[in-house]
């Protein structure tokens, strides 16, 4: 981000904004990544992303691509909002006297946005991957059979997020809606770590002169690059945080108790190369989410819609 100070609120819209922008422009990806990582061996029911999305359009329609996305575009405001501000906010603390800071420094600021984003990330992501893959659980108990239970087949509702919420509390209390907390926080904290001070430096060796800021394309570029980049280093986390928040499952597909069970079952019944599975679709949903943060920043759209604000009297 630009070296100018930017107030508190003006980053909350930033963040809001880039959040809004980028979830409506690559959330069909983002669900070809859940149903992607959520299919095991023996209920494999999409090859690629292309074919995903392509059944995905044959069996719900075009806005089938887009299950889950009410969630998304209502929580990715706080979400966006939390980790750029957090991150600014410890870069700010850490530093000393305007100077810049060490790697370490950079790293322990991305720790800290990653840590704090989970509050409203873990919940977010419990409900979309639910509201994602009921498309998938549906197709494959249509089009394969021999993922049925005996009894034959039953019925796969799709229930919405309001549905979830309240099923979730009222079975399992607050913690219904954090399954999965600490594997998001392995994925999320590492993320941060990569992505922050990967972009730091990316977009400073683009800075026109020594205090002058990046152009817009720069930080554009730099924000595509650190985001795909930490996208794809910590995908078997996110894998593994996927397949531990999804509640309904086809009858012949694991089940898992934890983060260790859930590492040690995917090896064993899939290898390794599980762990990939969707990394390609993570990438392409990251890099342009935060590009175009990077340059929500840059153009000060924050405060440009707070000078239309009354502004209070002391």
Same mark, same amino acid.
């Given at each position: 981000?630009?070296?100018?100070?930017?107030?508190?609120?003006?980053?909350?819209?930033?963040?809001?904004?880039?959040?809004?922008?980028?979830?409506? $422009?690559?959330?069909?990806?983002?669900?070809?990544k859940?149903?992607?990582?959520?299919?095991?061996?023996?209920? /494999?029911?999409?090859?690629?992303m292309?074919?995903?999305l392509?059944?995905?359009?044959?069996?719900?329609?075009?806005?089938?691509?887009?299950?889950?996305?009410?969630?998304n575009?209502?929580?990715?405001?706080p979400?966006?909002?939390?980790?750029?501000?957090?991150?600014?906010?410890?870069?700010f603390?850490?530093?000393?006297?305007?100077?810049?800071?060490?790697?370490?420094?950079?790293?322990?600021?991305?720790?800290?946005?990653?840590t704090?984003q989970?509050?409203?990330?873990?919940?977010?992501?419990?409900?979309?991957?639910q509201?994602?893959?009921?498309?998938?659980?549906?197709?494959?108990r249509?089009?394969?059979?021999?993922?049925?239970?005996?009894?034959?087949?039953?019925?796969?509702?799709?229930?919405?997020?309001?549905?979830?919420?309240r099923?979730?509390?009222k079975?399992?209390?607050?913690?219904?809606?954090?399954?999965?907390?600490?594997?998001?926080?392995?994925?999320?904290?590492?993320?941060?770590?990569?992505?922050?001070?990967?972009?730091a430096?990316?977009?400073?060796?683009?800075?026109?002169?020594?205090?002058?800021?990046?152009?817009?394309?720069?930080?554009f570029?730099?924000?595509?690059?650190?985001?795909?980049?930490?996208?794809?280093?910590?995908?078997?986390?996110?894998?593994?945080?996927?397949?531990?928040?999804?509640?309904?499952?086809?009858?012949?597909?694991?089940?898992?108790?934890?983060?260790?069970d859930?590492? /040690?079952?995917?090896? /064993?019944?899939?290898g390794?190369?599980?762990?990939?599975?969707?990394?390609? $679709?993570?990438?392409?949903?990251?890099?342009?989410?935060?590009?175009?943060?990077?340059?929500?920043?840059?153009l000060?759209?924050?405060?440009?819609?707070?000078?239309?604000?009354?502004? /209070?009297?002391?």
């Amino acid at each position: 981000m630009a070296n100018k100070q930017i107030s508190l609120p003006a980053k909350l819209i930033n963040g809001g904004v880039a959040g809004l922008i980028g979830v409506t $422009c690559v959330f069909p990806i983002d669900l070809a990544k859940t149903r992607l990582q959520n299919q095991q061996n023996g209920s /494999r029911l999409y090859t690629s992303m292309s074919d995903c999305l392509i059944k995905t359009i044959r069996s719900e329609g075009y806005f089938g691509m887009y299950r889950g996305a009410a969630v998304n575009l209502t929580l990715v405001t706080p979400e966006k909002a939390i980790k750029l501000a957090a991150n600014d906010f410890f870069r700010f603390h850490l530093s000393k006297d305007g100077q810049k800071l060490t790697l370490l420094k950079e790293m322990l600021a991305g720790c800290g946005a990653g840590t704090c984003q989970v509050i409203v990330t873990t919940p977010m992501e419990m409900l979309k991957i639910q509201l994602q893959d009921a498309g998938r659980i549906a197709a494959q108990r249509k089009l394969m059979p021999e993922t049925v239970a005996p009894g034959g087949p039953v019925e796969v509702k799709s229930p919405t997020a309001m549905q979830l919420t309240r099923e979730l509390l009222k079975e399992k209390g607050i913690a219904g809606l954090y399954k999965g907390l600490g594997a998001t926080l392995l994925r999320d904290v590492p993320f941060s770590i990569i992505y922050f001070p990967l972009f730091a430096n990316l977009n400073n060796l683009g800075k026109r002169g020594a205090e002058g800021p990046a152009p817009f394309y720069v930080s554009f570029a730099s924000g595509c690059i650190a985001g795909s980049t930490a996208a794809v280093a910590v995908n078997p986390v996110d894998v593994i945080k996927t397949r531990l928040q999804s509640l309904t499952r086809g009858s012949q597909e694991d089940t898992y108790s934890g983060v260790t069970d859930c590492i /040690r079952k995917i090896l /064993r019944n899939e290898g390794p190369g599980a762990f990939l599975k969707g990394a390609y $679709c993570r990438a392409l949903v990251i890099a342009p989410l935060f590009g175009i943060a990077q340059v929500v920043y840059f153009l000060g759209v924050g405060e440009y819609i707070l000078s239309f604000l009354p502004k /209070r009297n002391n």
